[in-house]
C-alpha cells in the first residue's frame, strides 16, 4: 500500500510530486513498499509562465490556496529591490545637490526675506512594507537606510559647504520629506 500526491495547476497540468511513504496496518507491523519515488517538474505552464501561488486538492478534490508560495517571495522581493533602488537613486539627487543647483532655491529665499525654516527642496518616497533585508522601517529610517549613514550627517555636510546658514528638515510621516534652509 503507498499514498500518492499529484499536484496539479488551475489548468489541469501536471506539475508536481509523486511521494510513497510507509505505513503501518492495525497490527502495528510496518508496510515496506518495494520502491520510494519521487518526481518533481518545474512550476510552470506550458507557455512558460510562472504561477503566482500554489494550488493543492484535498482528499476530497477541493483545491486548497496556499496562502504564500516561492514565487510569490520572488516577485515581491523583485518588485521591493526595483522600488528601493529607485528610491535610492532619488535620494542620492536630493541629496547631494552641488552648490550650484543650490543657488536657485537660495535665491528665492534670499528674495522672500530670508524666512525661518524656508523650504528649498522636497522629496516623496514611501518605504515599502518590508524591506529587502527584511526589516519594516518608517519613513526617516528607510530615508537613512537609502542615504547610508544618519541624517544629522547630511546635513552637517550642507552647513560644512554653506556659511551663515543652517539646514534643517521635516517629514509628514507617510512620504514626504523636506529641506528647510534659516539664516543664522
Known sequence: MFVSTFVMDVSGIFISTISTMFITDLSGSLFQP??????????SDLSGTSLMSTILGDLSGAPI???LSINDLLNSYEATL???????????????????SLK???????AAGFPSAHIINRISIV?????I???TRNLTYYFEYLLGKPIAEWLQALD?????????????????ISLHVSRV
Not at 518495494?34 to 512550476?43: K, V
Not at 536657485?104 to 534670499?110: D, G, Q, S
Not at 560644512?160 to 514626504?176: A, K, N, R
Request: hydrophobic share 40%.
Open 34 to 43: 518495494d520502491y520510494i519515488s519521487s518526481l518533481s517538474t518545474s512550476m
Open 65 to 67: 490556496k496556499i496562502p
Open 82 to 100: 526595483v522600488k528601493e533602488t529607485a528610491d535610492r537613486s532619488a535620494v542620492a539627487i536630493f541629496t547631494e545637490p552641488s552648490v550650484d
Open 104 to 110: 536657485p532655491a537660495l535665491y528665492k529665499w534670499a
Open 127 to 131: 518605504p515599502p512594507s518590508v524591506c
Open 133 to 135: 533585508d527584511g526589516v
Open 160 to 176: 560644512d559647504v554653506t556659511d551663515g546658514m543652517i539646514f534643517t528638515f521635516s517629514h509628514d510621516g507617510v512620504g514626504s
